[in-house]
């Protein structure tokens, strides 16, 4: 093959190349997964076959504050920051990687093809900790290759993000007003059924006690006339011998 052909696609290769770089937008993972976007993390889609031409340059990741984005210099960029800095200057540097060992396969779904950011719970005496995130944001981020503190490429800012703000347990509405509307009948249903169930318990105990109250006072009755029938004989009383009281008063007619 001719030689200016060869160099020609050269040019050309290396030309797609920093296209490719300079106009890379990070974003958050579109993959499915759980805990791609967290109350203090986040994971973002590892770029592929974008950094291998950079040799001997370092793939670092920035992360800060939407606030400080249009702020930020090219020296800003080209000096790491720790993430212990992060409270002060709103930015921090990540993941320093030689590009030479960039990936350029995707293997989506496998977590190798992402970028967890906020996930080392400690860091004391850790160079560019990968730290927990404790600011919601709105966070922007962006790809950098560094070689001795010299800005190779870099890819374009993401779209700003928060995380995920968690509720306090004290706030959280627990009237029916927060519940669905399917729910709130069924409660309604199962309390009246309740009550009518309640009620016919009341009335079965209150009907039984009645008539065993009634039996009892027939029987007291019957033994109290049986000890004055010692002979044949016709009486009538009043209607006061509703009570064992009343025996003392009962008016007795006897009839030859």
Not at 234 to 255: A, D, E, I, R
Request: aromatic share 10%; charged share 10%.
């Amino acid at each position: 093959m001719d030689p200016l052909i060869k160099l020609g696609l050269l040019l050309m290769g290396a030309t797609v190349t920093f296209a490719e770089v300079r106009y890379y937008v990070p974003q958050i993972t579109v993959k499915k997964i759980l805990g791609k976007l967290t109350n203090n993390s986040f994971a973002l889609d590892q770029p592929q076959c974008i950094f291998q031409q950079f040799t001997p340059s370092e793939v670092w990741l920035v992360v800060a504050l939407d606030t400080v984005v249009p702020n930020l210099s090219v020296t800003n960029l080209s000096n790491p920051s720790d993430f212990k800095l992060f409270q002060s200057k709103k930015y921090y540097h990540i993941y320093q990687m030689p590009a030479a060992t960039s990936p350029c396969s995707d293997t989506a779904p496998s977590p190798k093809a992402l970028v967890p950011v906020g996930t080392q719970l400690n860091c004391t005496n850790v160079s560019f900790c990968n730290g927990i995130l404790t600011n919601n944001g709105p966070y922007r981020v962006k790809f950098v290759l560094l070689n001795n503190n010299t800005v190779i490429q870099e890819t374009r800012w993401s779209e700003k993000f928060n995380l995920i703000t968690g509720n306090s347990r004290d706030l959280i509405d627990i009237w029916p007003k927060g519940r669905s509307a399917g729910m709130i009948v069924l409660v309604v249903i199962l309390s009246v059924l309740l009550a009518l169930l309640l009620a016919l318990l009341i009335a079965a105990i209150a009907t039984g006690s009645k008539n065993i109250c009634w039996q009892h006072i027939l029987k007291v009755y019957h033994l109290n006339f049986t000890s004055y029938r010692t002979h044949h004989i016709y009486m009538t009383h009043s209607s006061c011998y509703l009570t064992p009281q009343s025996n003392k008063n009962s008016v007795y007619t006897v009839f030859t």
